[in-house]
């Protein structure tokens, strides 16, 4: 079992940045894929960055090159670096993990392990 935690979220100016993090317990997250998602209000949740255990990523079109998804192994912890933010960037945005064993990375039903969310609001 895998408890994720997210931190990091507040309310930022258009332009700005913010860092978000996932901390894991229970298990390492070495072996798994891990996912940032993000759900504004109305919308359904919708795939922001997939990072496997050998460091590839793959990021959604509308936050390519704005956003970096990095692991700390010594830590247990995924993060999230959002810069540039936009005010469609405001969302909740949820830390999931997986063992990888589907091929549909960006599926929201690819994931087991989801944590429960945190706010990020960017004013224009």
């Known amino acids: 079992q895998v408890t994720l935690v997210e931190s990091g979220g507040g309310l930022v100016q258009a332009g700005g940045s913010l860092r978000l993090s996932c901390d894991a317990s229970g298990r390492s997250l070495t072996n798994y894929r891990t996912a940032w998602f993000r759900q504004a209000p109305g919308k359904e949740r919708e795939f922001v960055v997939v990072s496997w255990s050998t460091d590839r990523s793959v990021y959604a079109d509308s936050v390519k090159g704005r956003f970096t998804i990095s692991r700390d192994n010594a830590k247990n912890t995924v993060r999230l670096q959002m810069n540039t933010l936009k005010p469609e960037d405001t969302a909740v945005y949820y830390c999931?993990?997986?063992?990888?064993?589907?091929?549909?990375?960006?599926?929201?039903?690819?994931?087991?392990?989801w944590g429960q969310g945190t706010q990020v609001t960017v004013s224009s």
């Open positions: 999931a993990a997986d063992m990888g064993t589907t091929n549909y990375p960006t599926s929201v039903s690819s994931y087991d392990y």
